[in-house]
């Protein structure tokens, strides 16, 4: 094992809560998205994938910001927000929504295949033996897409561990609340002395990084229903 | 049983058929393209932008004047698919008993007796992907019969199918026919097939109805060829 300073265990376990938080919070509207997205036509159906990729393309650094501008304190939905008692600006809370905001575009594009690769005429078989849309929805494209969307899972959740501009910029860094694993590595670079906790972490972080990949490609080979015969 | 006037276009045809019957199996006989399975989707509902009226044992299912359309999953037909369409990631018992839930038993038809009827009592625990063409073919049969359905829909049951697997699952539609008193309504271009198993053939071409006579008229295999030499 890698031996760790309390401050660094801090990180790894705030990145990872992060990451999880942030890849369930989407996982519901990521998968509604993608169910109007594979199964419907409507107008501003292009705008709205456009629009989707935006946490892609636009500097991480742009996106915390106007996480920022739109939840922050004197924000429009943070001042709602705080209305509740919810306050997200300068929290871990944060930390995992801008996590899910980056994961996002990654879990519909990949849920979307998922569910363009169910037949459709297995749900239609479906129907007509009585199930309505959400039987159908639950025993049928649920089962066949649950690859994909696990895959789609693994991807969001390597994204949201390695996220740094976004949070940072939304959340600052503030130890054991927003100082995630890539922050406390940023934080260690420019601290005399820092170097051995920087290659303690990076080693860690390319461990959960491996771990991520090897679970998605474990999770995408071979399809388990093919033939169960033998067990 | 049934009286049925539809119209729908597509494309490259336009299917205008209309057509009543009080026959218990009635056969749609034409080829392909004829537009047969269409009428049989627009039965089961799953055909949409359909004009028309479909009235199925008295009771209205489609009537596009009236705007009248009972969604698929209630309209109390069992609907087998000619590529079987089971669900693959189910073994055969939850593929069978997957339309029969919160059912009753209303229709009569109760698990072993279709298992029995069917011969499918050695591959409940089997996957649908390892079984053979015939075999894959009566569980879906047996899927359609156990929701309990009034009228059971077959879409060319017995095409894709080796001789042997054809000669097998072709008895066992007739044991149905014999053994169950449900409605059916047959999709062929096989005139052995409507002869062996329909009391009454509609005659379908380019989407239209060409003809509509009992089976006894039809003749046993030449019956469509010679109607129009006449």
């Given at each position: 094992?890698?031996?760790?300073?309390?401050?660094?265990?801090?990180?790894?376990?705030?990145?990872?809560?992060?990451?999880?938080?942030?890849?369930?919070?989407?996982?519901?509207?990521?998968?509604?998205?993608?169910?109007?997205?594979?199964?419907?036509?409507?107008?501003?159906?292009?705008?709205?994938?456009?629009?989707?990729?935006?946490?892609?393309?636009?500097?991480?650094?742009?996106?915390?910001?106007?996480?920022l501008a739109l939840f922050g304190r004197h924000g429009?939905?943070?001042?709602?927000?705080?209305?509740?008692?919810?306050?997200?600006?300068?929290?871990?809370?944060?930390?995992?929504?801008?996590?899910?905001?980056?994961?996002?575009?990654?879990?519909?594009?990949?849920?979307?295949?998922?569910?363009?690769?169910?037949?459709?005429?297995?749900?239609?078989?479906?129907?007509?033996?009585?199930?309505?849309?959400?039987?159908?929805?639950?025993?049928?494209?649920?089962?066949?897409?649950?690859?994909?969307?696990?895959?789609?899972?693994?991807?969001?959740?390597?994204?949201?561990?390695?996220?740094?501009?976004?949070?940072?910029?939304?959340?600052?860094?503030?130890?054991?609340?927003?100082?995630?694993?890539?922050?406390?590595?940023?934080e260690l670079l420019n601290v005399p002395g820092g170097?051995?906790?920087?290659?303690?972490?990076?080693?860690?972080?390319?461990?959960?990084?491996?771990?991520?990949?090897?679970?998605?490609?474990?999770?995408?080979?071979?399809?388990?229903?093919?033939?169960?015969?033998?067990? | 049983?049934?009286?049925?006037?539809?119209?729908?276009?597509?494309?490259?045809?336009?299917?205008?058929?209309?057509?009543?019957?009080?026959?218990?199996?009635?056969?749609?006989?034409?080829?392909?393209?004829?537009?047969?399975?269409?009428?049989?989707?627009?039965?089961?509902?799953?055909?949409?932008?359909?004009?028309?009226?479909?009235?199925?044992?008295?009771?209205?299912?489609?009537?596009?004047?009236?705007?009248?359309?009972?969604?698929?999953?209630?309209?109390?037909?069992?609907?087998?698919?000619?590529?079987?369409?089971?669900?693959?990631?189910?073994?055969?018992?939850?593929?069978?008993?997957?339309?029969?839930?919160?059912?009753?038993?209303?229709?009569?038809?109760?698990?072993?007796?279709?298992?029995?009827?069917?011969?499918?009592?050695?591959?409940?625990?089997?996957?649908?992907?390892?079984?053979?063409?015939?075999?894959?073919?009566?569980?879906?049969?047996?899927?359609?019969?156990?929701?309990?359905?009034?009228?059971?829909?077959?879409?060319?049951?017995?095409?894709?199918?080796?001789?042997?697997?054809?000669?097998?699952?072709?008895?066992?539609?007739?044991?149905?026919?014999?053994?169950?008193?449900?409605?059916?309504?047959?999709?062929?271009?096989?005139?052995?097939?409507?002869?062996?198993?329909?009391?009454?053939?509609?005659?379908?071409?380019?989407?239209?109805?060409?003809?509509?006579v009992p089976v006894a008229d039809f003749g046993a295999?030449?019956?469509?060829?010679?109607?129009?030499?006449?």
């Amino acid at each position: 094992m890698i031996p760790l300073t309390p401050d660094e265990w801090d990180a790894l376990q705030l990145s990872l809560r992060v990451a999880l938080v942030g890849v369930a919070t989407a996982l519901p509207i990521a998968l509604a998205l993608a169910w109007l997205l594979s199964r419907y036509r409507f107008p501003g159906r292009l705008l709205l994938e456009a629009l989707l990729f935006l946490p892609l393309i636009v500097p991480p650094v742009v996106t915390g910001y106007a996480l920022l501008a739109l939840f922050g304190r004197h924000g429009a939905i943070g001042e709602w927000l705080a209305g509740f008692g919810v306050v997200v600006a300068f929290r871990w809370t944060g930390a995992a929504l801008a996590a899910a905001v980056m994961a996002f575009p990654l879990l519909v594009l990949s849920i979307r295949v998922a569910f363009d690769g169910v037949d459709r005429r297995l749900e239609a078989a479906a129907e007509t033996l009585g199930a309505g849309a959400w039987r159908r929805f639950a025993t049928i494209v649920l089962p066949l897409s649950a690859r994909g969307i696990a895959a789609g899972c693994v991807l969001g959740f390597a994204r949201a561990f390695g996220e740094f501009g976004a949070t940072i910029s939304f959340v600052s860094n503030i130890p054991g609340e927003t100082r995630t694993l890539p922050i406390a590595i940023y934080e260690l670079l420019n601290v005399p002395g820092g170097m051995p906790g920087v290659h303690r972490l990076a080693l860690l972080s390319i461990l959960v990084a491996v771990a991520a990949t090897a679970a998605a490609a474990l999770i995408a080979g071979g399809t388990p229903w093919r033939r169960h015969d033998d067990d | 049983m049934i009286d049925l006037a539809i119209r729908r276009r597509f494309r490259d045809f336009d299917l205008d058929v209309a057509f009543r019957s009080e026959s218990r199996t009635l056969a749609l006989f034409g080829e392909s393209g004829a537009g047969k399975t269409s009428v049989l989707n627009a039965i089961a509902g799953l055909l949409r932008r359909l004009e028309g009226r479909i009235v199925l044992d008295d009771r209205v299912l489609f009537d596009s004047a009236t705007r009248i359309a009972v969604p698929t999953a209630a309209r109390g037909i069992g609907y087998v698919f000619q590529e079987g369409r089971l669900f693959p990631h189910l073994r055969v018992r939850a593929n069978l008993v997957y339309g029969a839930r919160g059912k009753g038993d209303g229709s009569g038809v109760d698990f072993d007796a279709v298992v029995e009827l069917l011969d499918l009592g050695t591959l409940l625990e089997r996957a649908p992907l390892s079984l053979s063409g015939g075999a894959r073919q009566r569980v879906a049969i047996g899927r359609a019969l156990l929701c309990g359905p009034r009228t059971l829909l077959l879409d060319e049951p017995l095409t894709g199918l080796h001789l042997d697997a054809r000669a097998d699952v072709l008895e066992h539609l007739r044991r149905l026919k014999r053994e169950l008193a449900i409605g059916t309504i047959l999709v062929s271009h096989q005139p052995d097939e409507v002869a062996a198993l329909a009391d009454e053939v509609v005659l379908l071409q380019g989407g239209r109805v060409a003809g509509q006579v009992p089976v006894a008229d039809f003749g046993a295999s030449h019956g469509y060829r010679l109607k129009h030499q006449r």
